[in-house]
């Protein structure tokens, strides 16, 4: 009965790691491929084909050698190899991320051989205990089918168990890095308890591990990192370039998020686009704007500045972005209120009458599809004030409008206008309003502008121009931007 105890002991913390595991890679990948829905396809995909394999191969082992000995000690070689993930995860990926980018092939390759290459094999290890323990603990045909379930039940309850771990403890106190560690030495000590104390030094090697420090995912080729952290969605850094800006770079550091000039309000950027474009709609200075996706508040700052009396609520969903805009970005205004929140959730429950609305949430190339439906169109044109104009930035592959292409249709579904600013090679504004829009209504407005803006109108008005026409629109039933962005990404590629 000890010795069957044991086992369930051990299938239960095999299962814990098993599925810990799957939930820990993902959050690993996510600063390098993204979390969107074609990584966590890839993720779960994997894992489950390694399982499958193991359960596969842990039936031949234990036909062959059917030892505590040989089960245990097959275990532990999985929490070592589960111990080293973290450690040549960050090189690996920077590696996997240079080369897929010189060929542009895209999150879903990236994250499939990034999953590939990190935990088939101790998973697929850590499959193959369970039907290895089955073979040691049916003692005749008779109990077979009784002792199968309450094993397989125990593993099930041990990979739930992992999962609400994982995510709700251990990545959000101790980080991912030493969550994978966690999880090893669990299963190196379970292994060591049947192997005996001669293989001790194993698990206090793993255990001696969870001290070292954390390291980073990348630093910048272009000017100093004068801040770093991990927060509980993403990898941020500030960095300070040579001429004195700051930029903001999330995870993969592919694309800026925020970007402060000392001195100045202005970018040079789209940034400055996203204040001077709802003019084409706009007859006044507005009054209630919203942004969301603030990050560390580049249009914040600007609106306060060059419309003081207007009320700016800047969303965005991880608030120590926020917390990084005050410090290093001169996040601040007259009458500026910052929220912490998703900003479709946020919207719903506003009260809405805003002039306008900025859309500046899409991280491409992973962008949240439930800001890029009908559904979520017809919410803003309910929140927007008579006359009012909402703004959306999209970031694309250069020379592909695909998925401008599909926002614009989506967009056209909600308002009677829609037109569009290409102001950069890689970031194309678009326009939606149920009042006219037109280059001669911002050539119109100049004079009631601050002179800056003035300036950039004029310029703006020669590049406006109508929606890019034949997109689909998307639904929040069906809305495959992962998909679509991927395929972009592959078909630039294939033209270089």
Known sequence: ??????????????????????????RLMAPFFGA???VWANTIGVVLVALSLGYWLGGRLADRDPSLAGLCKMVLAAA???????FVARPFFDISVEALDSISAGAFAGSLLAVLALVAVPVLMLGAASPYALRLAVPDVEHAGRTAGRLYAISTAGSLAGTMLSSLLLIPVVGTQRTFLAFALAIALAAVAGLGWRFAPVAAAIAAAIAIPVGTVKGSEDGAVIYETETETQYAQVVEEPDGDRVLQLNEGQAIHSLYKPGSYLTGRYWDGLIVLPFAALERPPERVAILGNAAGTAARMYGHYFPSARVDGVEIDGELTEIGRRFFDLAGPDLHTHTADARPWLRRSDGDYDVIVVDAYRQPYIPFYLATSEFFDLVREKLAPGGAVVVNIGHPEGNDDLERAVAATMATAFSTVIRDPLEDSN?????????ASPERLLAAIGG???ELGNLAAIESQ?????LAGGPVYSDDRAPVEWLIDKSILSYASDR
């Open 1 to 26: 009965m000890s010795r069957i105890r044991f086992l369930y002991a051990l299938v239960f913390v095999v299962g814990t790691g098993s599925l810990g595991a799957e939930i820990a890679v993902a």
């Open 463 to 467: 590049r406006i121009g109508p929606m």
């Open 428 to 436: 194309t504004l678009l326009l939606g309003s149920e009042a006219p």
């Open 36 to 38: 969107s829905t074609i």
């Open 449 to 451: 502008l601050p002179g």
């Open 80 to 86: 070592i190899l589960l111990a080293a993930v973290p």
